[in-house]
């Protein structure tokens, strides 16, 4: 376990907005009474940047963001399950080169639908609980992670439906892993956090002949693959003192939000000859009012300029993440958003902001370049 490190204290940001970059609210969609828990931007394939999923209910909404602010319904799916309830959404890639998205939620059975195509590519059975998140491997986008209530991540092939390696066990977490993320360019680590309270890093470098394996399996029994455990990931910090329920790598920085109504950026400082141990140095602080409710995710940009965070009250606060101190950009409010966001969407480049609304609305914010401010 790692420990806080002592001597410089963290900078807090202000919360007096910069509004050095203003968005505009251009539309929003109700797509019921139903809360939603995901909305995600396409980032790993760029026929596809300016489209977007939503997850709730056992419903899944494929949409495109269209220049004028529109936003134009391209496909509905929904489960044959009626008591699905969907989490979490990724979009994930086949070898082909065939869009997917992989949903996950409250049965703990992931679906991986083919966009082109309009049905179930696979469906991966595994978790023994909820699925609580779901990442896609941003150089191989066959590759996904899902945390679950289970106490567990795995890794999956979604072009083959293959359980690659399962992360849990003597070391692992204690509770709800509740989010996961890849590391940008060390293409075997990934990052977990849950309501153990803790932040773990793992190693996939080892077991990398397992994901090589799990494209060539000839057997058409996904069930019959070696899967294999991993027990030992090689960093856990306790960072936060509550639930840790969104986790980011920011290169080798990490930015996580507990219950405490702020996102931290903090470096994980590993031992190299003692696994799993090593110190945690706390840099920055965000805050984000009224967000103590576990399950608000943020997100960022593709190139790491800007974090978007919705919270209980309706609104979304949206930090520059290359200043330091901290500096806050905006805050944006609308007399009809007032649910709890629960999640947030930015777009490749930062410009347009979307925000997933337990009330079931889907807002739709776009920055107000000098241009229009002008005519």
Not at 79 to 100: H, L, M, Q, R
């Amino acid at each position: 376990m790692s420990k806080i490190a002592l001597g410089n204290e963290s900078l807090v940001g202000s919360l007096t907005p910069s509004n050095k970059k203003s968005y505009k609210l251009t539309n929003r969609v109700q797509e019921g009474k139903i809360p939603l828990y995901s909305v995600v931007f396409n980032f790993i394939d760029p026929r596809f940047f300016n489209c977007f999923v939503s997850a709730g209910a056992n419903g899944i909404n494929l949409y495109n963001c269209l220049e004028d602010g529109g936003i134009s319904l391209l496909h509905s799916f929904t489960d044959e399950d009626k008591e699905e309830s969907f989490y979490t959404i990724s979009w994930a890639c086949g070898v082909e080169g065939n869009p997917f998205v992989a949903a996950g939620g409250v049965k703990g059975i992931i679906r991986v639908l083919n966009v082109n195509d309009k049905m179930v590519h696979k469906t991966l059975v595994g978790h023994g609980d909820s699925v609580n998140e779901i990442k896609t491997h941003p150089v191989k986008p066959q590759l996904v992670l899902s945390a679950s209530k289970d106490e567990s991540v795995r890794l999956w092939n979604v072009e083959t439906g293959i359980c690659i390696l399962i992360f849990a066990g003597t070391a692992g977490h204690r509770y709800e892993v509740v989010s996961v993320d890849f590391h940008p360019s060390d293409l075997t680590r990934f990052v977990s956090c849950g309501m153990d309270n803790t932040t773990k890093i793992w190693s996939m470098k080892e077991f990398w002949t397992y994901v090589d394996k799990s494209f060539t399996w000839k057997d058409d029994d996904p069930s019959k693959f070696p899967t294999k455990f991993v027990q030992f990931p090689v960093f856990t910090a306790s960072v936060h003192t509550n639930y840790v329920d969104c986790n980011r790598w920011f290169g080798d920085y990490i930015l996580s939000k507990s219950v405490e109504n702020e996102i931290l950026l903090w470096e994980p400082l590993l031992k190299d000859n003692s696994p799993g141990e090593g110190t945690s140095d706390v840099l920055l602080r965000y805050p984000i009012p009224n967000c103590s409710l576990w399950f608000i995710k943020f997100s960022c940009d593709l190139s790491l300029n800007y974090l978007s965070i919705g919270n209980q009250k309706g609104k979304i606060y949206v930090w520059d993440l290359k200043s330091c101190p901290p500096v806050l950009v905006t805050v944006l409010s609308h007399t009809l958003s007032k649910s709890v966001i629960r999640q947030t969407a930015m777009s490749v480049d930062g410009n347009t902001i979307l925000a997933a609304s337990e009330d079931g609305t889907i807002w739709r914010w776009d920055a107000i370049t000098k241009v229009a401010e002008s005519l």
